[in-house]
């Protein structure tokens, strides 16, 4: 269990920056907000373009994908400021240091969903036992942005982690089917975003909110298998570094 007091450590150094959590929560619940309206308020607009219950689990998703800066970030300061190279001289192993600076994010992960369902909530999305399915879908997801994190924390400086962050929200944002269905485009498009981890992400928890069990497997296979490898990759390189 030496993890738990690294983890410990970070949970607090996270909690140093508010101004940065409350942004990660708050941004995608104000475009729930300001979607949502704006669909109501344009006559004509069909029902289904931005229906909260295929447009909250996307926002989910979009929320998320900020955990990546927030770990990036704490990662590449920890290396700035010599604390890793003094922490070396612990007794704390490579994983310990991986889940040490992961287990923080996890409940972070799971206020930033929860606030987003709940704010939907008040604009007719389903409260029921489905959206207990639903944020169990959204844990693989988080761990994927988790190990991304951890993975630009490691290679970059804590001032390139805020330009790699903001590419990586914006390739999650367009081409997971957040803003649009991916349907509606097609071709080498919906090619291109099937074979990335994020449409299937917001595939799979649709899926659950909307009952179809079924259709959660193959999507989290896809997920699961990106999370594993960026987290293969992400122990690799922190070891690497330890070494040198």
Same mark, same amino acid.
């Given at each position: 269990?030496?993890?738990?007091?690294?983890?410990?450590?970070?949970?607090?150094?996270?909690?140093?920056?508010?101004?940065?959590?409350?942004?990660?929560?708050?941004?995608? !619940?104000?475009?729930?907000?300001?979607?949502?309206?704006?669909?109501?308020?344009?006559?004509?607009?069909?029902?289904?373009?931005?229906? @909260?219950?295929?447009?909250?689990?996307?926002?989910?998703?979009?929320?998320?994908?900020?955990?990546?800066?927030?770990?990036?970030?704490?990662?590449?300061?920890?290396?700035?400021?010599?604390?890793?190279?003094?922490?070396?001289?612990?007794?704390?192993?490579?994983?310990?240091?991986?889940?040490?600076?992961?287990?923080?994010? !996890?409940?972070?992960?799971?206020?930033?969903?929860?606030?987003?369902?709940?704010?939907?909530?008040?604009?007719?999305?389903?409260?029921?036992?489905?959206?207990?399915?639903?944020?169990?879908?959204?844990?693989?997801?988080?761990?994927?942005? @988790?190990?991304?994190?951890?993975?630009?924390?490691?290679?970059?400086?804590?001032?390139?982690?805020?330009?790699?962050?903001?590419?990586?929200?914006?390739?999650?944002?367009?081409?997971?089917?957040?803003?649009?269905?991916?349907?509606? @485009?097609?071709?080498?498009?919906?090619?291109?975003?099937?074979?990335?981890?994020?449409?299937?992400?917001?595939?799979?928890?649709?899926?659950?909110?909307?009952?179809?069990?079924?259709?959660?497997?193959?999507?989290?296979?896809?997920?699961?298998?990106?999370?594993?490898? @960026?987290?293969?990759?992400?122990?690799?390189?922190?070891?690497?570094?330890?070494?040198?």
């Amino acid at each position: 269990m030496r993890f738990m007091a690294f983890a410990a450590r970070n949970r607090r150094e996270l909690m140093r920056d508010p101004l940065s959590l409350i942004f990660g929560v708050g941004f995608p !619940v104000v475009l729930i907000l300001l979607i949502t309206l704006m669909n109501r308020s344009i006559e004509g607009m069909p029902a289904e373009i931005f229906g @909260i219950q295929d447009f909250a689990p996307g926002m989910a998703i979009f929320g998320l994908s900020f955990i990546s800066l927030f770990l990036g970030t704490l990662i590449a300061g920890d290396r700035s400021s010599s604390y890793l190279m003094r922490l070396f001289a612990s007794p704390l192993t490579g994983l310990d240091y991986i889940l040490g600076y992961s287990l923080p994010l !996890v409940p972070i992960a799971v206020v930033q969903s929860a606030v987003c369902f709940a704010v939907a909530a008040l604009f007719g999305f389903p409260v029921n036992i489905r959206l207990f399915w639903a944020m169990l879908t959204l844990l693989p997801t988080a761990l994927l942005f @988790i190990a991304f994190g951890i993975l630009m924390g490691v290679w970059l400086t804590d001032k390139q982690v805020g330009g790699f962050a903001s590419i990586l929200v914006n390739v999650a944002a367009w081409l997971s089917g957040t803003w649009f269905s991916l349907d509606l @485009i097609g071709g080498a498009f919906k090619t291109v975003c099937n074979l990335l981890p994020f449409a299937h992400g917001v595939a799979m928890t649709k899926a659950a909110v909307n009952g179809d069990f079924a259709a959660i497997w193959p999507n989290l296979l896809w997920v699961a298998g990106y999370a594993a490898v @960026i987290y293969l990759l992400a122990v690799l390189s922190f070891q690497r570094r330890m070494r040198s």
